[in-house]
């Protein structure tokens, strides 16, 4: 199928004079307007299942800056709520979930079927946007990769070297793989409807995988990454799938091809040259600016800018952050971003 929209393009494999542009975290605190809707909502969660807001938010970026793609406005850890775990957000600080440690605590999850009821406005979010985005601006859905799930599953919170995890995985190899399996089984539900409802590419969030080595890394972020993608390509074939590992360094070459992902998304970790030379000779990538060029702007952020377009000129490439926009961040910066990516090439 031919495609028009200059995402898509750059999916299929496509090299555009000038890269497609969008941003992680682009509906987010950075922006007065999502923070006043946000505080329309009462909180982060409520905003997430009020489909009306939802799709307000997912707006306000594409209206400023006229990204090429809008990603859904929702959160990795709505899918294990679904299931049946617990979740709050502590302000300040971050996610809270009751945890998973054992195996009775596993027996008490729901099962990969159940999560439609509690997500349905999700997908109502999807079908909203489908039908309000501008002609040339892609939808993205997404889901958090099993691996960065569970992390947040079994610790109940974010954790800088996710050690809760990596010891269920060494205590209890039986609950933690059974866990890793229904977390698969439940994302392929879950990004299957959000795709049904309009998504037209999806995307794997996995950004603790760089905490997992050798044959873990194959095992707990490659492998279920590959089944997520195996399931979805039977039957949506024509949708697109990112995959971000994040931090995944070596790791990052040949992970496209083992997966078959359309395209991998870079952290800030690794540079453009070393991109261009080990993972965009097997298709479209797509990064890598480090957010912090959006707080502190200037020459800096214009000469990386140009630096990564002009590197990864020569094969497929969606420009991106090589992790979330953060709070801090002056909107004024994203233009300065944006008018240097069209401007350099
Ligand atoms: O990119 C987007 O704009 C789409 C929406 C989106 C959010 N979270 C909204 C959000 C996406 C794709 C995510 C993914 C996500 N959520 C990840 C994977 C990507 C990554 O950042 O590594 C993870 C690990 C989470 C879990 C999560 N959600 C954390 C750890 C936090 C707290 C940290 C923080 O930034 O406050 C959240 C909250 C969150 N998710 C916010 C947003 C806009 C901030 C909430 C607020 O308004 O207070």
């Known amino acids: 199928m031919k495609q028009s929209k200059p995402i898509l393009r750059a999916l299929a494999g496509e090299t555009l004079p000038t890269p497609p542009i969008w941003m992680m975290r682009q509906a987010g605190r950075y922006l007065p307007?999502?923070?006043?809707?946000?505080?329309?909502?009462?909180?982060?969660?409520?905003?997430?299942?009020?489909?009306?807001?939802?799709?307000?938010?997912?707006?306000?970026?594409?209206?400023?800056?006229?990204?090429?793609?809008?990603?859904l406005f929702a959160d990795i850890l709505l899918l294990p709520q679904a299931l049946g775990v617990n979740l709050w957000f502590v302000t300040g600080?971050?996610?809270?979930?009751?945890?998973?440690?054992?195996?009775?605590?596993?027996a008490k999850l729901k099962g990969k079927d159940d999560i439609h009821e509690h997500l349905a406005p999700i997908?109502?979010?999807?079908?909203?946007?489908?039908?309000?985005?501008?002609?040339?601006?892609?939808?993205?859905?997404?889901?958090?990769?099993?691996?960065t799930v569970a992390t947040?599953?079994?610790?109940?919170?974010?954790?800088?070297?996710?050690?809760?995890?990596?010891l269920l995985k060494s205590e209890d190899l039986p609950v933690f793989e059974a866990l890793?399996?229904?977390?698969?089984?439940?994302?392929?539900?879950?990004?299957?409807?959000q795709i049904l409802a309009g998504a037209e590419v999806v995307k794997l969030f996995d950004s603790w995988a760089g905490s997992l080595r050798n044959n873990d890394f194959q095992k707990y972020a490659l492998a279920p990454t590959k089944r997520i993608i195996s399931a979805l390509k039977l039957r949506h074939p024509d949708t697109p799938i990112i995959a971000f590992p994040r931090e995944a360094g070596d790791k990052y070459i040949g992970f496209a091809k083992a997966t078959g992902a359309d395209c991998v998304a870079i952290d800030n970790s690794v540079s453009a040259e070393w991109t261009a030379q080990n993972v965009q000779?097997?298709?479209?990538?797509?990064?890598?600016?480090?957010?912090?060029?959006?707080?502190?702007?200037?020459?800096?952020?214009?000469?990386?800018?140009?630096?990564?377009?002009?590197?990864?000129?020569?094969g497929p490439h969606i420009f991106n952050l090589g992790h979330g926009i953060t709070p801090d961040a002056d909107p004024e910066n994203v233009q300065l971003m944006i008018d240097t990516v069209r401007s350099c090439t």
């Open 180 to 193: 890793i399996d229904l977390i698969t089984e439940a994302t392929i539900e879950y990004l299957s409807q």
């Open 33 to 71: 307007e999502y923070r006043a809707t946000r505080a329309e909502a009462g909180d982060f969660l409520s905003l997430c299942y009020n489909s009306d807001l939802a799709t307000e938010v997912t707006l306000q970026p594409i209206r400023r800056y006229s990204f090429d793609a809008s990603i």
């Open 123 to 147: 997908y109502q979010t999807v079908r909203n946007l489908a039908q309000s985005l501008p002609g040339q601006t892609t939808l993205i859905g997404f889901a958090g990769a099993p691996w």
């Open 93 to 106: 600080e971050g996610p809270r979930l009751s945890t998973i440690t054992d195996a009775a605590g596993f």
């Open 281 to 314: 000779v097997d298709g479209c990538v797509q990064g890598n600016l480090a957010s912090r060029h959006m707080v502190t702007g200037g020459q800096a952020l214009i000469d990386e800018t140009t630096e990564i377009v002009k590197t990864l000129a020569n």
């Open 152 to 166: 947040y599953m079994i610790a109940g919170r974010g954790t800088p070297d996710q050690a809760p995890a990596h």
